[in-house]
């Protein structure tokens, strides 16, 4: 509940901020927002907008959103060791240390987030601590460092702006078409109910096909991550740990977080699932 309620305390804070800017923008270009060039503008800002807003806010949401505590001094051998190898992890790989954090769940995960190389976030769950050896929870941690180091929080950022960006702008232009043909030419186009009706319809329905390109790209930057884990630490403890994780329960980690252990759908669910089938995973690292 905690999660939702911040999920939608974030998005409306996210609206009222792109809608100030959007209205100075308009403003200042002179741009009718009934317009193609005006369309442009509002998709632009609402998909890429929204995306980036999202990205910066990522850390703060992920710490808030899993009660996340950060180790600054280490209080733990455990603490110790997850510093100490993450910090290792980093410099291998070439980035700036993340900060290291535990959430306390029952599940078996870790997730990576942040809105660059440079200043971003690893956290692992209780249950992964509890129920991995040392190996497989080091090959977790590379799993999550390589998503950082191949920039794949900014990547899909980018992505999922572009898909916005063409889901808002063709869902109002065949919102205004549709409203233009049902209402009189006496009626302003792009302002009736009609107009807002289909312009949520259309959304809705590219939306979902907007999430299945998404997912795609999202599925191939964990076959890289895992890659690069195997890099770090040894393509053997990589299968291990992912052959561990399969006994697991479906995480609930989601957006931003690049969750570790999220379970792939079966048939039409898998092309919206984030993540490949872990047998798949375990075949490529082999």
Avoid: C
Wanted: proline share 2%.
């Amino acid at each position: 509940m905690k999660r939702v309620f911040l999920f939608l305390l974030t998005n409306l804070a996210v609206m009222l901020v792109l809608g100030i800017v959007l209205s100075i923008v308009m403003s200042v270009l002179g741009i009718s927002h009934r317009s193609l060039g005006g369309i442009l503008v509002i998709s632009t800002v609402f998909g890429f907008g929204g995306s980036f807003i999202s990205l910066f806010m990522s850390k703060w949401m992920a710490k808030k959103s899993t009660g996340a505590h950060v180790i600054e001094q280490p209080r733990s051998e455990t603490e110790q060791w997850l510093v100490s190898t993450v910090a290792a992890q980093a410099k291998k790989a070439g980035i700036a240390m993340p900060e290291v954090a535990i959430y306390d769940s029952p599940e078996m995960n870790a997730f990576a987030t942040g809105p660059s190389k440079n200043n971003s976030l690893v956290a692992v769950s209780t249950g992964l601590l509890h129920n991995m050896n040392q190996d497989q929870a080091e090959a977790v941690l590379a799993h999550e460092v390589s998503h950082i180091a191949n920039g794949d929080m900014v990547t899909l950022t980018l992505i999922q702006g572009v898909v916005n960006t063409f889901v808002i702008f063709m869902a109002k232009v065949l919102a205004g078409i549709v409203d233009n043909f049902l209402n009189s030419d006496e009626e302003e186009g792009g302002s009736s109910w009609t107009y807002f009706l289909f312009d949520m319809i259309f959304q809705m329905l590219f939306g979902v096909l907007a999430s299945v390109i998404v997912a795609y790209y999202s599925r191939k930057r964990e076959f890289s991550a895992d890659a690069g884990a195997a890099k770090l630490v040894g393509a053997d403890k990589m299968r291990s740990a992912l052959e561990r994780l399969k006994q697991n329960h479906p995480s609930q980690l989601e957006g931003s977080m690049m969750a570790f252990g999220i379970a792939s759908g079966k048939g039409v669910a898998e092309l919206f699932s984030s993540h490949p089938p872990l047998d798949d995973r375990i075949n490529a690292l082999r």
